[in-house]
């Protein structure tokens, strides 16, 4: 007996699938829509909701996928299988990873190679098994070498030499992502290519004390020390220097490198002259909570390492001459924001 169901969502959707075609699913949706589906990896993260934010713009030529831990765990092949299966992807934006701040990476090195590394193989492996026509996958600014570098760094110098020590374990799981994908490149001829973006904040980040990268982990922070009437402590000499890239205007940019088609390894960051120190974002955090005088460094804290300063040539010749960062003092003040309406609840019960 077949179980008929008919949903009409909306006007120009119209489905009919039978029980034992459920599998088919996005197919028949494929069929009828004629939209081609864009799978994206770790769609519930910081990155991921920033495509989210930005995919209004594409809904009628796209179908996405947001898919997350939660409903498939991609360090098991047979579940990432599965899921390749079950949605038939033409394009994957691979942004799943375990990521996390500079003392995250130090104090989790096994995870973060291993995790990575599984995860990456078993993304780029279903996304050449099942024809996927484009793979965009992401890497980070931190993997380039520490000391082979001449500053602003470029793509060509992804493997000159070793990355800093602090977050090498991380460096070498993602170096090997790069590899992946080129080798599928370079003997199937496969559309995969790599993403390079800088240090990135925004709505959605991970605020946790301990494992969150700089930004979002002084945010709250500082929420704390002025609740308690406490200090508030950053760690290191706050000398080092990065380069902050806005969620949403990453998201963005992956959205007009997929749409370009752009099949080369691009470094995604704000300019040169843009980069900023730990102690400035410190600062601009510590006003936004009008809490400046009690600003304190801790350095017999890390600081990493002092600088990754990256250019963008190429991004430059991707990018429209009249695209805007968001400025670092907007773009805190919308992540602080972001923090008070959505974060709150939740740390008060995890910080009693
Ligand atoms: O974002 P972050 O954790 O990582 O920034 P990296 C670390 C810098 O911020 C160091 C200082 O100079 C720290 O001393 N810092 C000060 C703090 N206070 C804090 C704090 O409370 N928490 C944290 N986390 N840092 C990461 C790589 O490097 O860059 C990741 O480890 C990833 O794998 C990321 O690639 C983009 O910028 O040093």
Same mark, same amino acid.
């Given at each position: ?34 939209? $081609?589906?864009?799978?994206?990896? #770790? ?26 831990? =939660? ?25 799943? *990873? ?16 291993? $995790? ?10 279903? *996304? ?42 991380? *460096? ?53 020390? =002025? ?23 990453? *998201? ?17 960051? %704000? ?12 600062? +601009? ?6 809490? #400046?005088?009690? %600003? %304190? ?10 600088? $990754?300063?990256?250019? +963008?040539?190429?991004? =430059? =010749? ?30 008060? $019960?995890?910080?009693?």
């Amino acid at each position: 007996m077949y179980a008929k169901m008919i949903i009409v969502p909306t006007p120009q959707l119209f489905i009919i699938f039978e029980k034992k075609n459920i599998k088919n699913f996005h197919n028949n949706i494929h069929m009828i829509t004629n939209k $081609k589906i864009i799978l994206v990896t #770790g769609g519930s993260g910081l990155v991921g909701n920033g495509i989210k934010y930005v995919s209004d713009l594409y809904n009628e030529k796209y179908e996405f996928v947001f898919t997350s831990s =939660k409903q498939c765990d991609l360090t098991i092949m047979k579940d990432t299988v599965e899921m390749f299966k079950k949605y038939n992807p033409n394009y994957v934006i691979h942004l799943a *990873a375990c990521v996390g701040g500079l003392f995250k990476n130090m104090n989790n090195k096994v995870e973060m190679l291993e $995790k990575n590394l599984m995860i990456n193989y078993n993304v780029v492996k279903c *996304a050449h098994d099942y024809k996927v026509e484009k793979l965009i996958a992401c890497l980070s600014t931190c993997i380039f070498p520490d000391k082979e570098v001449t500053y602003p760094i470029d793509e060509s110098m992804l493997h000159n030499g070793a990355p800093h020590f602090s977050n090498d374990a991380y *460096a070498y799981a993602k170096r090997m992502l790069e590899i992946h994908c080129r080798c599928y490149k370079e003997k199937y001829g496969d559309n995969f290519t790599c993403i390079i973006p800088t240090n990135i904040y925004g709505p959605n980040d991970n605020f946790d004390l301990e494992n969150g990268h700089v930004l979002p982990a002084l945010i709250h922070k500082c929420f704390l020390a =002025k609740q308690k009437d406490d200090d508030f402590i950053i760690r290191g000499t706050g000398k080092p220097l990065r380069q902050f890239i806005f969620s949403y205007d990453l *998201a963005k940019i992956i959205m007009i490198i997929f749409e370009k088609n752009i099949n080369e390894n691009v470094i995604i960051s %704000v300019p040169e002259e843009h980069e900023i120190s730990i102690g400035d974002i410190g600062k +601009i955090i510590a006003d936004n909570f009008d809490y #400046g005088d009690r %600003v %304190v460094f801790d350095s017999t804290y890390s600081d990493g390492q002092y600088k $990754k300063t990256v250019g +963008i040539e190429k991004l =430059k =010749k991707i990018l429209d001459e009249n695209f805007q960062f968001t400025n670092i003092k907007d773009g805190i003040k919308i992540s602080i924001d972001w923090f008070l309406c959505n974060y709150t609840p939740v740390i008060m $019960k995890k910080d009693e």
